[in-house]
């Protein structure tokens, strides 16, 4: 089986107001390709600091995250800029797009940091904007569309680049109940296409629809079910 990413004893200390706070404590584990993962968690479990780890946002204090042959834990800043852009798409609860681009220029934006903008490129994003149903708002800009429409975009954009994940930050707390349906369904469409995605949630609803649950409880794995088996790409 290959792996989409390998986390091997992760820890994570901050020092606040001089007192040590273990944030991740000795965390392992594996996402093989094609995995929908769900982490999950109180408030303070770590599962915030897991997803800033995962997206190489941070630095671990110890242990090792492997993405194909890189140990993303020891790389520069510079490298890792790199690896953001072109190996991991993010999904953010607040959808981070940017308010003066269009739909079609806020989808290709991971490909400004490679240089990448070409006409293949241009083609590739109205297809993935096409994919996620906003054939008909290429020229609009954020203002003008739903909060639904806003995380299709982002959910397009994170596709832009064929990432080894997808990191999905509570990608449905902004939404009501009939468009997290939405949403849900198209995740679980891309994972179908196999598509791995990391998913940190605090809603029972909403992990249960994922291949597998995390469960983080002070710093460390508390529980790690699989619901169902790794879906086989089409």
Same mark, same amino acid.
């Given at each position: 089986?290959?792996?989409?990413?390998?986390?091997?004893?992760?820890?994570?200390? !901050?020092?606040?107001?001089? #007192?040590?706070? &273990?944030?991740?404590?000795?965390?392992?584990? /594996?996402?093989? @390709?094609?995995?929908?993962?769900?982490?999950?968690?109180?408030?303070?479990?770590?599962?915030?600091?897991?997803?800033?780890?995962?997206?190489?946002?941070?630095?671990?204090?110890?242990?090792?995250?492997?993405?194909?042959?890189?140990?993303?834990?020891?790389?520069?800043?510079?490298?890792?800029?790199?690896?953001?852009?072109?190996?991991?798409?993010?999904?953010?609860?607040? !959808?981070?797009?940017?308010?003066?681009?269009?739909?079609?220029?806020?989808? #290709?934006?991971?490909?400004? !940091?490679?240089?990448?903008?070409?006409?293949?490129?241009?083609?590739?994003?109205?297809?993935?904007?096409?994919?996620?149903?906003?054939?008909?708002?290429?020229? &609009? *800009?954020?203002?003008?569309?739903?909060?639904?429409?806003?995380?299709?975009?982002?959910?397009?954009?994170?596709?832009?680049?064929?990432? !080894?994940?997808?990191?999905?930050? #509570?990608?449905?707390?902004?939404?009501?109940? &009939?468009?997290?349906? @939405?949403?849900?369904?198209?995740? @679980? @469409?891309?994972? &179908?296409?196999?598509?791995?995605?990391?998913?940190?949630?605090?809603?029972?609803?909403?992990?249960?629809?994922?291949?597998?649950?995390?469960?983080?409880? /002070?710093?460390?794995?508390?529980?790690?079910? *699989?619901?169902?088996?790794?879906?086989?790409?089409?």
């Amino acid at each position: 089986m290959k792996w989409a990413v390998r986390v091997e004893r992760l820890t994570k200390d !901050y020092v606040m107001d001089g #007192e040590t706070v &273990h944030a991740l404590r000795d965390v392992s584990f /594996d996402v093989p @390709e094609g995995d929908f993962l769900s982490i999950m968690g109180a408030s303070g479990s770590g599962k915030s600091t897991l997803l800033n780890l995962l997206g190489c946002l941070d630095r671990p204090t110890a242990g090792q995250i492997l993405l194909g042959d890189d140990d993303i834990s020891r790389l520069d800043d510079n490298r890792l800029s790199e690896i953001r852009a072109s190996r991991i798409g993010f999904i953010f609860q607040s !959808y981070n797009l940017i308010p003066q681009l269009t739909v079609l220029e806020n989808i #290709e934006v991971p490909l400004h !940091y490679q240089r990448r903008l070409d006409s293949r490129a241009r083609r590739q994003s109205v297809e993935l904007a096409e994919m996620v149903g906003l054939a008909d708002r290429l020229k &609009h *800009r954020p203002t003008q569309l739903s909060g639904g429409q806003q995380q299709r975009v982002a959910i397009a954009r994170s596709l832009i680049n064929d990432p !080894y994940y997808i990191l999905a930050d #509570e990608p449905t707390g902004n939404l009501d109940s &009939h468009t997290t349906e @939405e949403i849900l369904l198209l995740l @679980e @469409e891309l994972n &179908h296409q196999g598509k791995t995605i990391v998913m940190v949630t605090h809603e029972p609803e909403v992990g249960d629809r994922s291949n597998r649950i995390i469960r983080l409880r /002070d710093g460390e794995i508390s529980s790690d079910k *699989r619901l169902r088996e790794v879906a086989e790409s089409l």
